[in-house]
């Protein structure tokens, strides 16, 4: 990163600075591997290996901590990249001379993510269901799993390093250039494509907690999510829904979900409505700050969307009307879309993509499109 963009802005957000968390402890089941009749979870990693052995597709590596302190020069305050409820992620380095036989391109760049401070069962429960997701699904989209520590109360995760941050902290910061039109609809479509690959997975994933600032980019803004602390398996079998403990971040959870409790790939395409609504308005999705009508993005802009000439009015005006009137216009249908109070009548993951791909290449004159605009 080594960049003062990022000055005060999360690297990875576990609670969102512009939501609130449920207070519900954040994982039940997140696979069928760490069931919740479990009374003894892994506590080293021979353990953490041998619950990994019928799932595991991805190689990771067993960092000792100390080899962690070397990584980070003993968690500097300088290599310190942000934080949120689940403790602290630093900036560090793997080289060759870290461990014999250690196979990686050298140096290579990663963010590790430090869950001391949260060693409940809970908090275990959470940061293994990182390591049993992530180490057995890999794609473009996903953020990459490098490795983990699971030493005495050293419960610690290793990923690829993302040199532009969260979306969250572009999105919103006040010091750093707006993300221009066709760099959010780019991040739109690589984290649809993301979910969509959870979605239609050989065993189906929830994801459960879509947001801007579980969403991080690479040098070329390409989305990746991260944060699988709260993933869930989908439902199998003749099973509509999978039933759970109410987590996630308000302002982004699906109102079907907040009031039952049941799980769908539909929540997370809910989720994703909101996303785009964050992408095109340049709003959070609560902020307290604004008019009580205001405060709930998808409330306030939901009956908008389908007009064409309103949704111009409430597009992120750092954007300078510097985009196309079209790509906005059916963006705006796509969140609408995705936003349906009823959870049968939203798209499939899959028909998202497909609609966002032939956006990423419409370009107009803004003012010829804007004069056109009914």
């Avoid at 690959?197 to 050989?202: G, P, R, S």
């Avoid at 690479?218 to 709260?230: V, W």
Wanted: with cysteine.
């Amino acid at each position: 990163m080594g960049n003062c963009w990022f000055k005060g802005n999360p690297y990875f957000n576990r609670v969102s600075s512009n939501a609130t968390k449920s207070e519900s402890p954040k994982i039940q089941s997140p696979s069928e591997r760490i069931g919740k009749e479990d009374s003894q979870l892994p506590s080293n990693p021979k353990e953490v290996e041998a619950l990994r052995k019928d799932t595991a597709r991805n190689p990771l590596i067993a960092f000792t901590f100390e080899e962690l302190k070397r990584i980070t020069k003993n968690f500097r305050q300088d290599s310190l990249l942000g934080g949120g409820g689940f403790g602290r992620v630093y900036r560090g380095y793997i080289t060759k001379d870290l461990r014999e036989g250690l196979e990686i391109e050298e140096p290579l760049r990663v963010a590790v993510k430090v869950h001391d401070g949260d060693n409940s069962f809970q908090g275990h429960r959470e940061w293994l269901a990182e390591v049993i997701f992530l180490g057995q699904l890999s794609h473009p989209n996903l953020v990459k799993l490098i490795g983990y520590c699971c030493e005495d109360d050293h419960r610690v995760l290793v990923y690829e390093f993302m040199p532009l941050g969260s979306v969250e902290s572009h999105l919103f910061s006040r010091v750093m250039v707006p993300l221009q039109w066709s760099i959010r609809m780019k991040i739109a479509l690589g984290a649809a494509k993301g979910l969509a690959f959870l979605h239609e997975a050989e065993k189906p994933v929830i994801y459960r907690d879509f947001k801007t600032s579980n969403i991080l980019l690479d040098e070329e803004y390409n989305a990746k999510l991260s944060d699988f602390g709260l993933a869930k398996d989908g439902p199998v079998g003749d099973k509509s829904h999978v039933s759970t403990r109410i987590m996630g971040t308000y302002g982004y959870a699906a109102p079907e979900y907040i009031m039952t409790g049941h799980l769908t790939a539909m929540s997370d395409v809910y989720s994703y409505g909101v996303v785009l609504l964050e992408l095109l308005t340049g709003r959070k999705s609560l902020d307290k700050s604004r008019p009580v009508r205001e405060q709930t993005l998808a409330d306030w802009a939901f009956p908008l969307l389908t007009q064409k000439k309103k949704v111009l009015g409430i597009v992120d005006p750092r954007l300078a009307e510097d985009y196309p009137v079209k790509a906005v216009q059916k963006t705006a249908m796509l969140a609408y879309h995705c936003l349906n109070r009823n959870p049968k009548a939203r798209p499939l993951m899959r028909d998202i993509v497909a609609t966002l791909e032939p956006l990423q290449q419409l370009e107009e004159n803004p003012s010829d499109s804007l004069a056109g605009a009914t």
